[in-house]
């Protein structure tokens, strides 16, 4: 699928622009300048034809925003990946020297540039516009991408530059394991996505909450496929006190409503706090997977048996759910980072495993009729029949004649001798029990 990315200089509405194509608000939108940082891709249909787009973030120098350096490497790559680019400049304020920095790297690029000047809302604005014709990039096209004004003819000359396709083609990561790496701020998140991609796919510096956007990366290496999703970090709401965070947090939210498999990143020198919780009681409520991953290890204080005891304490917070596969890395030393992938395939098999009706009833019955659910008032419960459900997560129905009196801490003894009897590890399990 042909690729355009949209650049241009901080606040012109490049992501305004980026969720008008799409079709969906998947970026962040602020008046403030530099809100993105990483890239972010989407799809766009257009009179049949589609397109992934790319969102980058402002293209800056010399300026006082620390993540400047890295932005513009994103820019970069973007550009490099595209097989035309969108040039977003503003009517308002005219050719600006980030402008003219911008045109000449196209320039240099010799891929197909698109001169889209923004926030033309109305007609008298289009008089400034034509200044834009010294940038030396050929036609522009006047838009507006807050209400969609001029998008259509955008989207033709878009339409029209990019490599002809003989067929549509289909989403290539449609039933591929989503893989959602979540956590606090600034334990390491990115730096895990970009150590399994093997590149700087995601900013990382030391500034708490660098990512803001959950960004998807097709991850295809070493027998392994996944839709990486790297997130924003997870905060209190009483800690919460800007728009873009919240949005951030929102989007991290939804994140995890979409994977299969959460992993959820803690920093080894503070330990699982209550922040950590809540977000494992996240995962474990919209039933997920879940792997366990303990970072920045190699900065903790260790004797003879300390991983050890440090599992036994994290087993006993989790506690019911204490089969979480549980990993120790130090990312940025690359120590067991490969252990996280194999623990996170695991429990994606696992999370989607259909085991056979003849195989549960075969393992489980037996157990059952040993260990029978106690009466209740006089009336004995009698359980005939187990199937798997068809739903995402690991569900199972048990038939009897008194559904109604087989209480929860029964329900735990079946989920046991479940786990007990087929490998579903990290996985939720769901009982319910029905009228036969």
């Not at 690729?3 to 980026?18: E, Q």
């Not at 799409?22 to 589609?50: F, L, N, P, Q």
């Not at 979480?324 to 989607?352: G, H």
């Not at 929860?408 to 009228?435: H, M, S, W």
Request: proline share 5%; aromatic share 8%.
């Amino acid at each position: 699928m042909s690729l355009v990315a949209i650049v241009g200089r901080p606040n012109v509405g490049k992501s305004t622009l980026f969720n008008r194509l799409v079709g969906m608000r998947k970026a962040i939108v602020d008046d403030t300048a530099g809100v993105t940082r990483d890239r972010h891709y989407g799809k766009c249909e257009w009179c049949g034809s589609e397109f992934s787009v790319v969102d980058t973030g402002g293209y800056t120098s010399n300026s006082e925003d620390v993540f400047e350096k890295a932005i513009r490497r994103q820019v970069e790559i973007a550009i490099e990946e595209a097989d035309a680019v969108i040039f977003m400049v503003e009517a308002a304020t005219g050719i600006t020297d980030y402008d003219a920095e911008i045109a000449d790297v196209l320039r240099r690029s010799k891929k197909p540039v698109i001169l889209c000047v923004n926030k033309v809302d109305t007609g008298e604005k289009v008089f400034d516009t034509y200044q834009f014709y010294g940038l030396g990039l050929g036609e522009l096209w006047s838009i507006s991408a807050a209400n969609g004004s001029g998008t259509g003819d955008l989207l033709d000359e878009v339409v029209r530059v990019l490599p002809k396709e003989e067929t549509p083609a289909a989403d290539p990561y449609e039933g591929i394991p989503r893989i959602a790496i979540v956590g606090k701020p600034n334990v390491g998140k990115s730096s895990l996505t970009n150590a399994l991609l093997g590149e700087e796919r995601n900013i990382v510096t030391p500034v708490a909450g660098t990512t803001r956007d959950s960004i998807e990366t097709h991850y295809n290496k070493f027998g392994h496929e996944f839709m990486l999703v790297d997130t924003a970090g997870i905060r209190k709401k009483s800690k919460v006190h800007e728009d873009l965070e919240f949005y951030s947090v929102l989007r991290s939210m939804r994140a995890i409503e979409r994977a299969d498999v959460c992993i959820l990143m803690i920093d080894a020198t503070t330990g699982m706090e209550a922040q950590d919780m809540s977000i494992f009681n996240i995962i474990q409520k919209n039933r997920k997977g879940c792997v366990l991953v303990v970072n920045k290890w190699d900065l903790f204080i260790k004797d003879q048996n300390t991983m050890r005891d440090y599992t036994e304490g994290l087993r006993a917070r989790l506690a019911p759910f204490d089969d979480v596969p549980i990993v120790f890395t130090s990312v940025v030393k690359m120590q067991r980072v490969m252990d996280v992938l194999d623990a996170a395939a695991r429990v994606s098999d696992n999370y989607r495993r259909r085991i056979p009706t003849a195989q549960l009833n075969e393992a489980l019955l037996p157990i059952i009729e040993e260990t029978p659910p106690p009466s209740w008032k006089g009336k004995y419960i009698k359980v005939k029949y187990i199937t798997q459900l068809p739903t995402r997560f690991p569900a199972f129905a048990f038939f009897c004649n008194l559904p109604q009196y087989i209480k929860d801490p029964y329900k735990r003894f079946l989920e046991n001798q479940l786990r007990a009897c087929f490998d579903l590890t990290g996985c939720p399990v769901q009982i319910y029990c029905r009228q036969k």
